[in-house]
T-cell receptor, first 112, second 117 residues
Framework: DVKVTQSSRYLVKRTGEKVFLECVQDMDHENMFWYRQDPGLGLRLIYFSYDVKMKEKGDIPEGYSVSREKKERFSLILESASTNQTSMYLC???????????FGQGTRLTVV | AQKITQTQPGMFVQEKEAVTLDCTYDTSDPSYGLFWYKQPSSGEMIFLIYQGSYDQQNATEGRYSLNFQKARKSANLVISASQLGDSAMYFCAMREGITGGGNKLTFGTGTQLKVEL
């Protein structure tokens, strides 16, 4: 019954490392999203994609990039990880009718 | 300006009672959608219920119902017959714009619900 899968549940990386967070969905959804969640701030949108190779910046794109080479896969890239990117990262996908949106289990990233 | 406001950072409810979690939204778009999610301590976001701005009836899904008051721009979640397993963080979210791709979901800051015996 798995719908959206994130590659790692927990991740610890060093400052300056390049980090890849992978997300795969099996629902043939066009729209995919990356959020970060921090206490007291709720979920903030980093990037989203509405089609293969298409991407748009969300509210907090600085320090991040994304890649969508295949419909089912949406990757978040931290080019040079910093401690202020320590957070919970959530991937989501949504159907074209925009009536349902499912999340992955989240990746708790710690940058040391 | 906040697009989604959840004014209750925390709520307590007794088991088997009903509870209402508040959500107000702000948009000038005539077409929009409202979502509620549950996030248990394990971290996953569980989709609960959806209400479209043109839907005539309030959405219901099992013990969850959405009290949609369009003129007041509110979309409160009602959980009937609360269970211990309902203890979690609850988020309200809004999608603006016409049906199609590229419309992002904006989230509120959440309400932590604790169900007590």
């Amino acid at each position: 019954d798995v719908k959206v899968t994130q590659s790692s549940r927990y991740l610890v990386k060093r400052t300056g490392e390049k980090v890849f967070l992978e997300c795969v969905q099996d629902m043939d959804h066009e729209n995919m999203f990356w959020y970060r969640q921090d206490p007291g701030l709720g979920l903030r949108l980093i990037y989203f994609s509405y089609d293969v190779k298409m991407k748009e910046k969300g509210d907090i794109p600085e320090g991040y990039s994304v890649s969508r080479e295949k419909k089912e896969r949406f990757s978040l890239i931290l080019e040079s990880a910093s401690t202020n990117q320590t957070s919970m990262y959530l991937c989501a996908s949504r159907n074209q009718q925009n009536t349902e949106a499912f999340f992955g289990q989240g990746t708790r990233l710690t940058v040391v | 300006a906040q697009k989604i406001t959840q004014t209750q950072p925390g709520m307590f409810v007794q088991e088997k009672e009903a509870v209402t979690l508040d959500c107000t939204y702000d948009t000038s778009d005539p077409s929009y959608g409202l979502f509620w999610y549950k996030q248990p301590s394990s971290g996953e976001m569980i989709f609960l219920i959806y209400q479209g701005s043109y839907d005539q009836q309030n959405a219901t899904e099992g013990r969850y119902s959405l009290n949609f008051q369009k003129a007041r721009k509110s979309a409160n979640l009602v959980i009937s017959a609360s269970q211990l397993g309902d203890s979690a963080m609850y988020f309200c979210a809004m999608r603006e714009g016409i049906t199609g791709g590229g419309n992002k979901l904006t989230f509120g800051t959440g309400t932590q619900l604790k169900v007590e015996l």
